[in-house]
């Protein structure tokens, strides 16, 4: 290694810190890039990690939904006997639990995040934006293998999906969206005020009532509707129910209600978060 | 037109520190406390972010951790940052890192800068070597390709290859120490901040770390180092600067800096004070020719972490018999309190006659008993019931820093002179 020549110093990049509160890029996006590879290695820290020394291993991803689609069923088909639109309630209320699985430990991971990484906010910098998004897409790996079972049981319950099954993807980025934009929100404001660490969890066990998974949305009485749309995971449960199990068309007034507010938390989650990220450190 | 690579304008930092709690006396107090508190929390949580209005209640919670700083650093300058525990070193690195921010003014900065507070952030105990360096060194700002290029020479460096994929739950806290400082000093960024890194592992290793921070340095790159270590600030850096309770008080050549803080502190932070016969403190029956401060595995350093024990070494000469001779040492704080007192152990009984020769009383200080604070040494001579031989007096300081990644309640400073680790049980009954 020998001496660096530096011909001026005005090439270099520049750095300015200094008290402006506004938020001049809601996304620094060049920075984000090179901080790329750090990203990535924390997705792959959170799935490395998540089942290290565990006998079951990644079994866990599928004991979850599958273990709740057991009990559902016994207690709300069979017991309580809820409308599953005339399909099997088992795969009525997996073909739910999949998306929510992901859901709600990805939103569980990401809103924890911040107050986790506390050693790392507090020693060294680097765009904080990675850490509440690092979980979103972790634990993409478990909703693939919960998904492999679905797709199992579709072919055992001998459901065929329809083509619309192509919008899958939109499905599963509007579900990322409210995940981050949502786990954004609730860092941001953990790390200042640990109720919400504590408050999280039982809020996001609340909000499934508020989703139809043991139960169709159809079910909802009409004057509720467009409040009950709010809630971006309606769109996307009804429309993986739609395209594979074929119990009704398209969700068009769920996903299109859905996805704007699931666009409006994520874009107001960076909002705040950037906003609040310079006093990380100082709180956390 | 001189081109500064680090232009620091006017930083202030404030920070605010926990509100006291009021103690209540009755039940029917105590009720309403109950009631309000979470109104009266949610207004102290939200405070931590939000400083209106400078009232005089106000003032009384907020401390300056830096006040005012401004200089500058030119490409290729190596410069010391010293002074006392608490003084705004570390606060200094983290507002030009950018991990926190300053209260007012502003810093500008000319290329990619690293900063190195600590070894081994986000080490993650279940991953491997291999994999641990990879996170370390994206957290620390290199890139994958960066990683991949130097991979061998950071193993090389390390000295644990036959570990590397091994979890780092397994390893020694040596061998942690070694991989993580490993992949910090294969950073190459043109700005690089280093905060009291060099006061880990093992005296072997600290050499040639040592001597890599100083390869580091002369590769014409910008370095801020902060360090109680007044031996490594000299022989690294050639500029520095002397901190005093958040503000700049010294900026020039790094010898008369030193020496400025050294001299006005009238206690020695250099770990070793000698004197010649002239000079030493002395009476006609003893001369104290030297302290030292010495480290478990044998090198002199006026900081210690607060897990590990180290000596004080007194070295002195009895001219002419003394009878009962006793020397006495006391540690105290900065504030003058004593924290404790302790005597050499041999010369505290009635009639006991110490010859004429050199000696050398070493005094041990077990590991985990003091606080993470400044402590200085106190020491006097005398024979009980006959004359005081060399009166008491505060000779050096020595630093006791927690560099753990503990749990944020269960690390730095506690409250009152001493942190020792006492055993606790629990019982559920």
């Known amino acids: 290694m020998g001496k660096k020549t530096i011909k001026s110093i005005r090439e270099l990049p520049r750095i300015i810190i200094n008290t402006d509160n506004s938020v001049k890029k809601l996304i620094d996006l060049r920075e984000l890039w090179q901080y790329r590879d750090l990203f990535w290695f924390l997705v792959i820290r959170d799935i490395k990690t998540r089942y290290a020394q565990s006998i079951i291993g990644v079994g866990w991803a599928v004991i979850q939904p599958v273990f709740s689609m057991i009990i559902f069923t016994i207690v709300f088909g069979n017991i309580a006997k809820i409308n599953s639109e005339g399909i099997p309630y088992a795969i009525f209320s997996y073909t739910a639990l999949v998306p929510w699985t992901y859901f709600s430990s990805s939103l569980t991971d990401s809103s924890k995040s911040l107050i986790s990484s506390k050693n790392l906010i507090t020693k060294v910098y680097f765009p904080r934006l990675v850490i509440p998004i690092a979980p979103v897409l972790a634990k993409l790996i478990d909703f693939g293998i919960s998904f492999l079972i679905l797709l199992g049981m579709m072919v055992w319950f001998g459901v065929t999906p329809s083509i619309w099954a192509a919008f899958i993807p939109l499905f599963i980025l509007i579900m990322m969206l409210t995940a981050a934009g949502a786990g954004m929100w609730l860092t941001a404001l953990a790390i200042q005020y640990r109720d919400i660490q504590y408050g999280s969890n039982f809020f996001i066990q609340l909000l499934m009532y508020l989703s139809p998974v043991i139960y169709p949305a159809s079910s909802v009485p009409d004057k509720f509707q467009l409040v009950y749309a709010l809630n971006p995971m309606v769109g996307v449960i009804e429309g993986f129910r739609a395209v594979l199990l074929g119990t009704h068309s398209m969700p068009w007034f769920y996903l299109g209600i859905g996805s704007a507010s699931a666009f409006v938390l994520f874009i107001s989650g960076i909002m705040y978060f950037r906003h609040m990220e310079r006093y990380f450190a100082d709180v956390a | ?429």
């Open chain 2, 1 to 429: 037109m001189v081109n500064y690579s680090i232009q620091v304008n006017k930083i202030s930092k404030r920070y605010r520190i926990g509100l006291e709690q009021q103690a209540h006396d009755t039940f029917v107090e105590a009720f309403s406390e109950w009631i309000s508190r979470p109104i009266k929390n949610y207004r102290r949580l939200r405070k931590l972010t939000q400083f209106d209005g400078d009232n005089s209640n106000e003032e009384e919670n907020i401390v300056w951790a830096l006040r005012d700083i401004s200089f500058n650093v030119k490409p290729g300058e190596v410069v010391g940052i010293i002074g006392k525990n608490g003084a705004g070193k570390s606060t200094l690195l983290k507002v030009l890192s950018r991990i926190t921010h300053p209260t007012s003014g502003q810093v500008e900065l000319f290329g990619r800068i690293s900063s190195l507070l600590e070894v081994g952030t986000g080490f993650h105990p279940e991953l491997t070597g291999r994999e641990n360096i990879y996170l370390n060194g994206t957290i620390l700002g290199m890139t994958k390709a960066e990683i991949d290029l130097k991979f061998e020479e950071i193993v090389e460096f390390s000295g644990v290859k036959r570990f590397i994929d091994t979890p780092v739950k397994f390893y020694s806290s040596g061998m942690r120490v070694r991989l993580a400082f490993s992949v910090a000093a294969h950073l190459e960024p043109e700005i690089l901040l280093i905060d009291e890194v060099l006061s880990v592992g093992d005296a072997a290793f600290q050499k040639k770390s040592l001597g890599k921070m100083e390869e580091v340095s002369k590769e014409g790159r910008t370095v801020l180092f902060v360090s109680h270590n007044m031996g490594a600030v000299r022989s690294l850096c050639s500029r520095g600067l002397l901190l005093e309770n958040g503000t700049l008080v010294k900026d020039g050549d790094v010898d008369q800096v030193i020496n400025y803080y050294l001299s006005n502190k009238n206690v020695s932070t250099a770990g070793r004070l000698a004197w010649s016969e002239a000079d030493a403190p002395q009476d006609n029956e003893i001369i104290l020719f030297g302290i030292e401060l010495f480290s478990e595995a044998g090198e002199v350093r006026t900081a210690f972490q607060i897990d590990e024990g180290f000596e004080i070494r007194v070295h002195y000469k009895i001219k002419e018999e003394v009878r009962n001779l006793r020397l006495y040492l006391r540690l105290k704080t900065t504030m003058g309190e004593t924290v404790f007192a302790t005597y050499e152990d041999a010369s505290i009984r009635e009639g006991f006659i110490r010859k004429p020769g050199s000696y050398t009383a070493i005094c041990k200080i077990p590991p985990n008993l003091l606080n993470n604070l400044t402590y200085r040494i106190y020491i006097g001579f005398d024979s009980p019931g006959y004359k005081v031989l060399i009166p008491g007096r505060e000779y050096l300081e020595v630093d006791i820093i927690d560099t753990s990644d503990g749990y944020r309640y269960a690390k730095g400073a506690f409250d009152g002179p001493i942190r020792p680790v006492v055993k606790w049980d629990v019982k559920n009954q």
